[in-house]
């Protein structure tokens, strides 16, 4: 399922942390799957070192132990996952590891042996990191620029980047367990995908709509065969992004990944209100700037994520079925 593969830059780590406002007070049942949840932390299951193998990349890579501040870092992260994302996780998580030296900042991947279960790993350094450094690291890795002063800038706040990240994974677990896009729904062998969120987006899972496929938005770094980009190309590419239902340029590379991108957007924005600017400077000078979860397009999309917070998925999951 290389839909799962998630390819995220390689990126430097500097303190993150939770403070007390980003905890959310009272959700007890959260706390409790959370806690779970935590449950499933283990050392590095050979299928990732297979896979990591397999791209040349098994040399360096080791598990990392969890601190006990690292372990309480990822019970609050997992806490704040939505609910339909916990049930999923509950039901079909193998595992959950940390990597030190993975090229990429997160991989959900099958488990080996155990059919509709998944493990997701994560690179160690993460938990070092905000959600702006992470994401200010991954894109200005998609543009060449030499001067400093050339570069993306995105403010997306000092959350912890796991939360982010594992707001995303999960919705990959959910994706590939209940049929979120139109790939998993057909696997499934359902009529449409669980919450219809590519509807009127894409054509198929790497294929937006028309409207929506420009060329400008073909960057490399998140589209095999895409074209390298300079820097200088950014404020058309976010411009072509501005006219889209995509919250992020990362959430053009597939169905799967839209998803994922607005789930993980639409918690942090609606749930946690934090900022989200992606702004665009060159030579010092900021030239583009763009408010993603302002844009009514994307906003349209945003209501769609409420199925994370309702019931769905509870029917099919106390049946005891496996996917
Ligand atoms: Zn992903």
């Known amino acids: 399922m290389n839909m799962l593969l998630v390819g995220l830059a390689l990126v430097s780590c500097e303190g993150a942390a939770f403070s007390s406002e980003y905890r959310i007070s009272g959700a007890s049942q959260s706390v409790t799957d959370a806690q779970a949840l935590l449950s499933r932390v283990t050392r590095l299951p050979t299928a990732f070192l297979d896979i990591m193998g397999s791209e040349g990349n098994h040399e360096r890579i080791t598990s990392h132990i969890l601190t006990p501040e690292e372990r309480e870092m990822v019970r609050q992260s997992l806490t704040a996952l939505a609910p339909l994302q916990q049930r999923v ?174 789930t993980a957007y639409s918690a942090l924005s609606q749930r946690f209100h934090q900022p989200y600017t992606i702004t665009v400077y060159l030579n010092d000078v900021p030239v583009y700037k763009l408010n993603p979860m302002k844009d009514a397009l994307v906003r349209a999309q945003v209501s769609k994520t409420r199925i994370f917070y309702g019931t769905m998925g509870d029917s099919s999951m106390s049946s005891g079925k496996t996917w």
């Open 89 to 262: 996780m509950l039901q079909h998580l193998a595992s959950i590891s940390f990597a030190d030296g993975m090229p990429n900042s997160a991989l959900t991947y099958p488990a080996k042996g155990r059919p509709g279960f998944f493990n997701i790993t994560i690179r160690a350094g993460v938990l070092h990191e905000t959600v702006s450094q992470l994401l200010n690291h991954k894109e200005n890795a998609c543009f060449a620029h030499e001067n400093p002063g050339s570069r993306v800038v995105i403010d997306a706040g000092r959350m912890p980047a796991l939360t982010y990240i594992l707001l995303h994974e999960s919705t990959h677990v959910v994706d590939a367990s209940i049929g979120l896009t139109l790939d998993t729904a057909k696997r499934r062998g359902l009529d449409k995908p669980i919450g219809e969120f590519g509807q009127g987006v894409w054509v198929d899972w790497k294929n937006p709509v028309p409207a929506y496929a420009s060329a400008a938005l073909q960057v490399g770094c998140y589209h095999h065969g895409g074209k390298d980009a300079d820097i200088s190309a950014a404020p058309v590419v976010y411009q072509a992004l501005a006219g889209t239902p995509f919250p992020s340029l990362y959430a053009t590379a597939s169905e799967h990944e839209y998803i994922a991108e607005l």
